[in-house]
């Protein structure tokens, strides 16, 4: 059933612009507002699996994906010193649902723009933000001003907006710092491959045109940059030659570098404001889940709001929708952190005989419908 409710979107990274599709799709007026003065996507690449590639499809991305990514076959987990532990079939694993794809983000988020039906306010932020009977008041930073049924949160892991949702919630480091870059060096990396080392990692993996992005984290004390011009490399010395290689690659001397962190708590929604995507349940990356769970709150929250009702707990009834689906990837991220955590003998051998039957039980329940 269409929906005449007017909502503001907040981000347009690949959060706020999947929201602003799919609310759009179910008959809504969208404005999408963004503090950025220009169209920009930071980071390096993103590995799709099958449920995000689903989300996507279903958003009319799938020859957006096709042209510019590239398909992703297996998943084959490393010892850091290059002996094979196990092989994963993403086919196999991902069964029912769609394949997997690496991307750049910049492309994924050129494809989403390329989709969504309405402008983006670039160099826009929020005065001032009043709720009231009739809807949610706001103040622009250009001077302007609107009134909206919903307004949502879609502006990442430093939300502006979670202040006014849940003023609990803060972004949690966890442990781990990593860092991204895109090369062309390595066209014979023709699946996602990690190697593991003790309290390090480095994952290679195709994104299309020829690119492949390398992900390299360290387990940390502290959120700062821990290395020099030269110190990746460095701190991979005793690695396999193939990651050396990668690490003294042009490109690896201006990684993409951030702490890895995490949002916790469970109240996305206060009277007509949402939060969605890293705003309300930013996750380690280890699952991949990222793009995948923000895709499915932006069509979660299309498909409630077009219900019709009360507005307030239409939002209520989106939270408690995702709620379990989130729980779910956020505490297999915090198992996969454990396993690796343990000593590397154990890891190793607990990789070697039990992979297959992990990602199983971890994944299963995302080739559901969200």
């Known amino acids: 059933m269409p929906s005449n409710l007017d909502v503001l979107v907040v981000g347009a990274g690949i959060a706020g612009l999947a929201t602003a599709t799919a609310l759009c799709r179910g008959g809504m007026s969208v404005d999408v507002i963004e503090r950025s003065p220009e169209s920009r996507a930071t980071g390096a690449g993103l590995f799709l699996p099958g449920n995000s590639v689903r989300a996507l499809t279903a958003l009319g991305l799938e020859e957006h994906l096709s042209a510019l ?8 987990l490393m010892s850091h010193r290059g ?8 086919a196999e694993l991902w ?13 994924l988020h050129a494809a989403l723009q390329d989709v969504v039906p309405v402008p ?17 008041h706001v103040e ?5 001003s609107g009134r909206y049924d919903v307004v949502v949160g879609a ?3 430093r939300s502006g907006l979670r202040e006014s949702v849940d003023p609990a919630a803060r972004a949690r480091y966890l442990g781990q710092v990593c860092w991204r870059f895109l090369t062309g060096d390595a066209p014979d990396i023709d699946r996602w491959t990690v190697w593991l080392g003790p309290g390090t990692a480095f994952l290679a993996y195709p994104v299309g045109g020829g690119r492949v992005c390398c992900y390299a984290d360290l387990t940390a004390a502290s959120p700062e940059d821990p290395t020099t011009t030269s110190g990746l490399l460095r701190l991979f010395s005793d690695y396999d030659q193939r990651v050396r290689d990668l ?10 570098f951030s702490p890895v962190e995490e949002v916790g708590g469970e109240t996305w929604a206060r009277g007509r404001i949402v939060l969605v995507g890293d705003a309300a349940h930013a996750s380690s990356p280890n699952m991949a889940q990222g793009v995948a769970m923000a895709v499915e709150d932006a069509q979660v929250l299309a498909e409630v709001l077009t219900t019709g009702g009360d507005t307030k707990d239409l939002l209520q009834q989106y939270v408690q929708r995702r709620l379990p689906r989130i729980r779910w990837v956020q505490q297999q991220t915090h198992r996969r952190d454990r396993t690796r955590s343990l000593p590397t003998a154990a890891r190793n051998i607990a ?14 329940p995302l080739r559901d419908l969200p």
Do not use: M
């Open 120 to 136: 983006v306010r670039h160099g826009v932020t929020l005065g001032s933000l009043k709720q009231s009977d009739d809807g949610v």
């Open 69 to 76: 990514g590239a398909a992703v076959p297996g998943q084959r």
């Open 140 to 144: 622009f930073s250009d001077g302007g």
């Open 351 to 364: 990789f070697r005989y039990g992979a297959n039957a992990l990602f199983e039980r971890g994944y299963a």
């Open 155 to 157: 502006d990442g892991i």
């Open 247 to 256: 690490l003294a690659t042009p490109a690896a001397h201006k990684a993409y």
């Open 95 to 107: 069964r029912g649902t769609a394949g997997c794809v690496g991307i750049t983000r910049g492309d």
């Open 83 to 90: 002996r094979v532990l196990a092989d994963i079939d993403l």
